[in-house]
Nanobody
């Protein structure tokens, strides 16, 4: 079993920055992918960014150049540095770990971008 605990959400003005953190614990295989997804009200959950255990990253087009995902080895902690935030970035952000085709999710943290 894997547990994911997120932190770092909050309210920020347009153009501001936030950093999300997620710590994974439990039975973690060495080969895994950590990532962030988000879900806005009335919308489906969507991928924001992922980083593999080989440090390969992937971003949604909507956040490229503004968000940076990174992970800390061997703590299995993942970060999402968000800059240039826009109102459309408002959502609940979920941490995800993919291990051998099985997904694990955190409880989510709210990010609200508003003046």
């Amino acid at each position: 079993q894997v547990q994911l605990v997120e932190s770092g959400g909050g309210l920020v003005q347009p153009g501001g920055s936030l950093r999300l953190s997620c710590a994974a614990s439990g039975s973690i295989f060495r080969d895994n992918t950590l990532g962030w997804y988000r879900q806005a009200p009335g919308k489906e959950r969507e991928l924001v960014a992922t980083v593999s255990s080989r440090n390969t990253t992937k971003y949604a087009d909507s956040v490229k150049g503004r968000f940076t995902i990174s992970r800390e080895f061997p703590k299995n902690t993942v970060y999402l540095q968000m800059t240039g935030l826009k109102p459309e970035d408002t959502a609940v952000y979920y941490c995800n770990m993919l291990i051998v085709l099985r997904d694990y999710w955190g409880q989510g943290t709210q990010v609200t971008v508003s003046s």
